[in-house]
């Protein structure tokens, strides 16, 4: 893991916390991905953004919050 954290430009630490998914996707090592296997870094950062909002859905019913209404 220690060559393809060199060969990403980030530390080992940093790539194994993203790719143990203890550690959100950046936009940076996104491009990074793009540059070194040709996925979009547009395309992972949604795949990331929708995973979290799946997360967040679970736990949808613990959020109270009412509607907000602008008085006239």
Known sequence: MTALAEH????RPALSTLLNGNAKLSA???IRFETAF???ADTL?????TYE????RELESD???K???IAA
């Open 45 to 49: 950062l949604r795949m990331q953004a």
């Open 67 to 69: 509607k907000f209404a």
């Open 8 to 11: 990403f430009g980030i530390s």
């Open 53 to 56: 909002l799946a997360q967040a």
């Open 28 to 30: 940076d090592v996104a």
């Open 38 to 40: 040709g996925v979009k």
């Open 63 to 65: 959020i109270k919050v």
